[in-house]
């Protein structure tokens, strides 16, 4: 039976195809982004004790009251905002879930959805499914700054929604506080909601303070905030993320999530909250944890004719390559496994339509033999080889 698909141009996520390329080639694998070091000892204890303590049916669909109240304390202790576990903070399967449960509550057919480009890819398909049409928007690289200009002219009586992620994915860029500001500019006097992708919340670098959205009361009254505990906690498999909402706008994305997964895996929200609780050193040290990594992972590539951009947020590094070759983006990455056994994440399938630039991302959420064995490999490139 012929079936027409509701995706006709989705096919196999880049990460994936990047990662089976790694395994076939035993490449380093640099490109999807995970961790390859554990979670923190008292979490995969706590999640043995919470299995062994008897937690292992159906929570509560919301979350489980202990982590969303962990969550609420969180977010009031670094954004100064009071979210009420009860009608604000919904517990989901991964950040991807919550990402898809907002845009389905509030997006409808024939609406528009402003999207940041490069954009991490999930976005995409999820306004498809809403019969809605996704406006793509080029940041501005090298910084890959927002274009305000660009970004205003883009709103029409059919937006329905702006998507942002700060520190950003692919770029590690972050918003400031006067990005903030020019973002409730350009929002003012609209009906448009906001979606701020903030999984990488606790990765912000250079003793610069994460701006998330819901440190602007005026933002925040509009805004899903969508967080992630396995970027957190090392623990990208256990998929448990969560969104920050006002009541008028979690009730909505409730309605979608009770039909999506209804909930997510008991156990670990046990853990997750008994982590918050008693080693609250593990979120707030993360800034640095990652920007000695980072900081490591550059001075390993210095030796490479890579050229580094500057990484303020997230685990990952932009380099340009266009000293190796002058190829896209693609042929770059396939050339990279095959001649030097690392695998990377080309730019060009995070965008509409990709711009002629020669850069790659490189994840650094590595153990250091892992680092240490990529920029070896990446060291024997030849310039304009």
């Not at 009541?247 to 909505?252: D, F, R, S, V």
């Not at 490591?296 to 890579?306: G, I, V």
């Not at 947020?313 to 056994?341: P, S």
Request: aromatic share 8%.
């Amino acid at each position: 039976m012929p079936i027409e698909s509701k995706l006709p141009g989705v096919g196999t996520t880049i990460f994936s195809v990047m990662t089976e390329l790694a395994r076939t080639h035993e490449a380093v694998n640099l490109g999807q982004g995970f961790p390859d070091f554990p979670p923190p000892a008292r979490l995969t204890e706590a999640l043995a004790r919470a299995v062994a303590d008897g937690h292992n049916q159906y929570p509560p669909g919301i979350g489980v009251a202990a982590l969303r109240e962990q969550i609420a304390a969180q977010t009031a202790a670094r954004d100064g905002r009071a979210a009420d576990p009860a009608t604000e903070i919904t517990v989901t399967s991964g950040a991807t879930e919550a990402i898809f449960a907002a845009i389905a509550a509030v997006v409808r057919a024939g609406d528009e959805v402003i999207v940041l480009d490069p954009a991490y890819d999930c976005y995409g398909p999820a306004i498809a499914l809403q019969n809605a049409r996704a406006v793509h928007v080029p940041l501005l690289p090298p910084s890959f700054a927002i274009d305000w200009q660009r970004l205003a002219d883009a709103i029409t009586p059919r937006t329905r929604m702006l998507i942002v992620n700060t520190p950003h994915n692919p770029t590690g860029a972050v918003l400031s506080a006067a990005d903030l500001e020019a973002l409730a500019g350009v929002l003012r006097d609209t009906e448009i909601v906001l979606l701020s992708d903030e999984v990488y919340e606790h990765m912000v670098f250079d003793g610069t303070i994460h701006q998330s959205v819901s440190r602007h009361a005026e933002l925040a009254e509009r805004s899903f905030v969508i967080g992630s505990f396995g970027k957190t906690y090392h623990c990208t498999g256990w998929k448990i993320g969560y969104c920050v909402a006002p009541p008028a706008l979690t009730a909505e994305l409730r309605r979608i999530h009770q039909y999506l997964t209804f909930a997510s895996f008991a156990p670990a929200q046990h853990a997750l909250a008994e982590m918050l609780a008693f080693e609250p050193e593990h979120h707030r040290g993360l800034a640095a944890f990652y920007q000695a990594r980072r900081d490591r992972f550059r001075e390993l590539l210095a030796a490479t004719p890579l050229r580094l951009l500057d990484v303020p947020g997230g685990y990952f590094q932009l380099v340009d390559y266009r000293d190796v070759r002058d190829v896209d983006d693609a042929c770059f990455c396939q050339w990279l496994v095959r001649e030097a056994g690392v695998v990377g994440v080309p730019l060009s399938p995070f965008y509409e339509s990709p711009p002629d630039n020669r850069l790659l991302r490189l994840c650094f959420a590595k153990r250091d033999a892992t680092l240490e064995a990529a920029a070896a490999r990446l060291a024997r490139l030849q310039a304009n080889g």
